[in-house]
């Protein structure tokens, strides 16, 4: 199946023969559809903090950051905005040239709205010798949309969208990557008032981003009275899946491999290679102006809160059972610890001796630990958060997209319908253990949860495989609780013409 040729590109991008058997095989078989025992929801997996209680959470986020403690944004930021102007693309293709449907006369009616409008109307002006106004009255669309899409002018539809001008300040224009380091040095500053961020770019962006934080870092020193340490990654070569022809054999494009990118569950690798104790995980379109950034970061602190005060017990539990004899009493408090602040439901607990037990409850605690912010579900698209069962009997929260839920089936159907809240990637994640040691992120992956797609390559179907999530199946064997956040702090730009929406003016 593999000829010399495959071998040595294998080895180029760190492959092995064992792993394409692998997703070969998942080609043939495909994945599971996971047990559902019922949809997370307020008191039933989701926690709710009331008014009395923010405060001590908040108590315990800001005492945390006193501590020597490495705290860490990771920003997935290597999404392209061409999705943000698929309704644009398509406009520049079709043959009229005036806006017909709503968007299109959105974009144009509140075009002075866009913090790229000035911008785009001094490109206008070098390019066509006409401002945007004076295109708008003689009825040349157009050649206004080529001029923010295309690299005769800003070139928005080939760029990332951590690199455009997202919102506007008196004193000039902010980009996604510049919004994240303000929400940094506003909630992740430790006590030296130092920031690391680390975004994960694509590679053909990398010396964008690195240039636009060069030209930004020293206004922002300055104006937080913080130190920026940021770092960037992309996804590993490693990382990428072969794709399949109808017959699950491997795709060949002129005799050769193809491959693609594994999408984001590829993360967890570059967040296995990055040392810190507390790292939040947030995608980089989902930033507010700074008018609105309160209610975010009262939250981000809120569930950072809740991560380290459940870390701390769990790794007092951990340092009792580790001296050795534990008497049944205590079992059973750090047993219900498990079941009613971690959401790990036991199955067949009591029957066990002391020392499973023991080891059982060492298990169930000595692994990573994140809290995820859930919002309630007003319609936006995302994943949700779920009670599901594992291979050994026990159930814990999961986040779960739609691939994951055997829709086919009506219980399971309903419960995915009936489900309140869904995931607006809103994480706070603890990554060592009670000694201090990382641990190794790929061994808590559940290789079983990723899933197949349809894509074409040349005008020829293939069959692509993604990787588990990096927020559902790759962090499957962690500890996960839920704690509902408020609607405001999950304000993504999908469409260009979000960004007209009142949270980002």
């Known amino acids: 199946m593999l000829n010399p040729t495959d071998e040595a590109i294998l080895q180029k991008r760190g492959i092995t023969a064992n792993q394409i058997e692998e997703q070969l095989r998942s080609f043939v078989s495909g994945f599971p559809y996971l047990e559902i025992r019922s949809a997370a929801e307020p008191q039933k997996g989701i926690v709710l903090f009331d008014e009395k209680e923010v405060p001590a959470m908040l108590n315990e986020w800001e005492t945390y950051l006193q501590s020597d403690a490495t705290i860490l944004k990771f920003v997935p930021a290597s999404g392209a905005a061409s999705r943000m102007f698929k309704d644009l ?3 520049i293709e079709k043959d009229g040239n005036e806006p017909e449907n709503a968007f299109e006369k959105k974009f144009f009616g509140d075009i002075k709205k866009f913090a790229f409008y000035e911008e785009l ?3 206008c002006i070098a390019n066509n010798q006409l401002s945007i106004d004076e295109l708008i009255a003689s009825k040349q669309y157009k ?33 996604p990557m510049q919004e994240h380091l303000v929400e940094g040095a506003l909630y992740a500053a430790n006590k030296s008032n130092t920031v690391n961020i680390h975004f994960t770019v694509s590679k053909e962006h990398r010396s964008l981003f690195e240039k636009h934080f060069n030209e930004s870092i020293a206004a922002f020193e300055k104006s937080f009275g913080v130190n920026y340490q940021v770092s960037f990654s992309e996804q590993k070569p490693s990382t990428d899946t072969i794709a399949a022809d109808e017959n699950n054999e491997p795709f060949r494009d002129k005799g050769e491999l193809v491959f693609r990118p594994g999408g984001h569950g590829a993360l967890i690798a570059n967040l296995n290679d990055l040392d810190g104790d507390v790292i939040f995980i947030k995608n980089i379109d989902n930033v507010v102006p700074d008018s609105l950034k309160d209610i975010t970061v009262t939250y981000k602190k809120v569930i950072a809160g809740t991560l380290v005060a459940l870390q701390q017990q769990s790794f007092a539990y951990l340092a009792e059972l580790e001296k050795g004899s534990v008497s049944e009493a205590k079992l059973a408090e750090i047993a219900q610890f498990c079941e009613e602040k971690l959401n790990n439901q036991h199955a067949g607990f009591n029957a066990l001796s002391v020392e499973n037990k023991k080891a059982y409850l060492v298990g169930k605690l000595n692994r990573p630990i994140r809290v995820c912010g859930m919002v309630k579900n007003v319609g936006e698209p995302g994943g949700g958060p779920f009670l599901t069962v594992n291979t050994d009997g026990t159930v814990s929260p999961q986040i779960l997209e739609s691939s994951q839920i055997d829709l086919n089936n009506p219980a399971d159907k309903q419960k995915m319908e009936q489900s309140t809240h869904f995931n607006p990637v809103d994480l706070v994640c603890g990554v060592k253990n009670y000694r201090g040691e990382k641990f190794d992120l790929l061994k808590y992956v559940d290789k079983s949860t990723g899933f197949i797609s349809l894509k074409s390559k040349n005008g020829k179907e293939l069959k692509a495989l993604e990787l588990p999530g990096l927020w559902n199946g790759a962090m499957s064997d962690w500890n996960t609780i839920f704690v509902e956040v408020p609607i405001e702090t999950f304000n993504p730009v999908k469409t260009v013409n979000d960004l007209l929406r009142p949270q980002h003016q």
Do not use: M, Q, W
């Open 89 to 91: 693309f398509e406009f």
């Open 121 to 123: 109307n001094g490109v």
């Open 143 to 175: 050649p206004i949309v080529e001029n923010l899409l295309l690299d005769k002018g800003l070139n928005y539809g080939a760029l990332p969208k951590g690199l455009l001008r997202f919102h506007s300040y008196p004193d000039g224009k902010r980009t």
